[in-house]
């Protein structure tokens, strides 16, 4: 919440109360109308931005000393360009709505850097309006702008600055897709949510009946505690108000999918298959394919060898609508029951199979949206736990 931000961190206050016109977007810094001479020698305005590294509302550290610029490139008051600020001119997408065109690369006197981002901003800000002042007096950053206290809409609850720090908040929007299902939060799918939680997804959809138990604690993210396993709450409600602490739009339904409320997954972009039950899973990958609507799949087999150990797989399918005839002509996916010597069958404590399990599903569904590069393009992983081996098969 930016205003809130603002408010909590004294520097970021001053440079408001003083009529710089700042926001927070996407986890940088911007100040806005800041004038400056334009390589046509005439007074302009752009945008000052930085880095704002926030733990919770409050600036936890002092950036660095670059900062960035949505404009021309600033000139002296004789058209000049101020070379000794350049760091380097580039486009540069920050985050959606947010990019700038050049880099600043200017320390205070002594090379110390600055002690906090008001002295950093208003010292960029007199660096590229001083020029402007020497053709047009009038020319001030300070603009007084009303205050704007309503927030742009964000699933989460406080800024995510993860991306912002790494460059990549453009790149993570590709993730905001409208709605996501989770169709089981045991083991795996409770992990998979983890992981969904900390992207912008719209909405994220919970399908669970089940009561979290003792089992259900030493094989999820998390740490339950034995006051909250005495209520006896579902899976879902658990889970929801556990990831609600950081983010919006996560809906509970406590209940088992059938023919009678599959229509609950029509409208979903995608959907995520944490069950092991395999009657209701074969109806709902009949039903989800009928709705042209991709999904991923998770599996995981183990066994005790014959000396004692656990051996098995993880296995990772996914169908979209460009390609599914693969779960059926090559059977990978089993619409059994889980035999009854299977060691995971009895819900044994294997939190680490378990979180790999959800990663590689999530990761595959990263690269669907184009987060991360696919050169194969598969939509079959099997990972060997005693092998320690990772096939990729059903490419297009």
């Known amino acids: 919440m930016s205003h809130q931000t603002i408010d909590h961190n004294p520097e970021l206050k001053r440079l408001r109360d003083e009529g710089f016109n700042i926001s927070i977007v996407g986890g940088f810094l911007v100040v806005d109308d800041v004038p400056y001479v334009a390589p046509d020698n005439t007074v302009k305005t752009g945008k000052l931005i930085s880095d704002l590294p926030l733990s919770g509302n409050l600036i936890s550290k002092m950036g660095t000393h670059v900062a960035h610029f949505c404009g021309e490139?600033?000139?002296?008051?004789?058209?000049?360009?101020?070379?000794?600020?350049?760091?380097?001119?580039?486009?540069?997408?920050?985050?959606?709505?947010?990019?700038?065109?050049?880099?600043?690369?200017?320390?205070?006197?002594?090379?110390?850097?600055?002690?906090?981002?008001?002295?950093?901003?208003?010292?960029?800000?007199?660096?590229?309006?001083?020029?402007?002042?020497?053709?047009?007096?009038?020319?001030?950053?300070?603009?007084?702008?009303?205050?704007?206290?309503?927030?742009?809409?964000?699933?989460?609850?406080?800024?995510?600055t993860a991306s912002s720090r790494a460059g990549i908040g453009a790149l993570s929007e590709r993730l905001a897709v409208p709605r996501v299902a989770i169709v089981g939060l045991g083991g795996t799918g409770s992990y998979v949510l983890d992981l969904l939680a900390k992207t912008p997804i719209g909405e994220i959809h919970l399908f669970d009946s089940d009561i979290l138990a003792n089992h259900n604690a030493f094989r999820a993210p998390g740490a339950a505690s034995f006051d909250e396993l005495v209520l006896r709450q579902t899976k879902v409600h658990y889970f929801q108000a556990m990831y609600s602490k950081m983010r919006r739009h996560l809906y509970a339904h406590a209940e088992k999918l059938s023919e009678a409320n599959v229509h609950k997954l029509q409208s979903m972009t995608f959907v995520f298959l944490c069950l092991d039950h395999g009657p209701t899973k074969r109806m709902l990958?009949?039903?989800?394919?009928?709705?042209?609507?991709?999904?991923?799949?998770?599996?995981?087999?183990?066994?005790?060898?014959?000396?004692?150990?656990?051996?098995?797989?993880?296995?990772?399918?996914?169908?979209?609508?460009?390609?599914?005839?693969?779960?059926?002509?090559?059977?990978?996916?089993?619409?059994?029951?889980?035999?009854?010597?299977?060691?995971?069958?009895?819900?044994?404590?294997?939190?680490?199979?378990?979180?790999?399990?959800?990663?590689?599903?999530?990761?595959?569904?990263?690269?669907?949206m184009g987060f991360y590069a696919d050169e194969d393009g598969e939509h079959f992983s099997v990972y060997s736990v005693h092998a320690n081996h990772l096939i990729n098969a059903d490419t297009p």
Request: glycine residues 8%; hydrophobic residues 30%; neutral net charge.
């Open 73 to 160: 490139y600033p000139c002296n008051h004789k058209g000049q360009p101020l070379l000794y600020l350049r760091h380097q001119s580039q486009e540069t997408v920050h985050c959606p709505g947010l990019s700038s065109q050049h880099s600043f690369s200017s320390k205070p006197n002594g090379g110390v850097g600055y002690s906090d981002y008001y002295h950093k901003m208003t010292s960029y800000v007199d660096k590229l309006s001083g020029p402007a002042r020497q053709l047009d007096p009038s020319c001030d950053a300070r603009t007084f702008p009303p205050f704007q206290g309503n927030e742009q809409h964000s699933v989460f609850c406080y800024i995510d």
């Open 285 to 368: 990958i009949e039903n989800l394919e009928k709705f042209g609507i991709s999904f991923i799949d998770v599996g995981m087999g183990l066994n005790l060898s014959s000396s004692g150990q656990l051996i098995g797989s993880l296995q990772v399918t996914t169908s979209t609508p460009e390609m599914r005839d693969h779960i059926t002509a090559k059977k990978r996916i089993s619409f059994g029951e889980p035999e009854g010597e299977a060691i995971y069958a009895t819900n044994i404590q294997v939190a680490e199979l378990n979180s790999l399990n959800a990663a590689m599903a999530v990761i595959k569904w990263k690269k669907l």
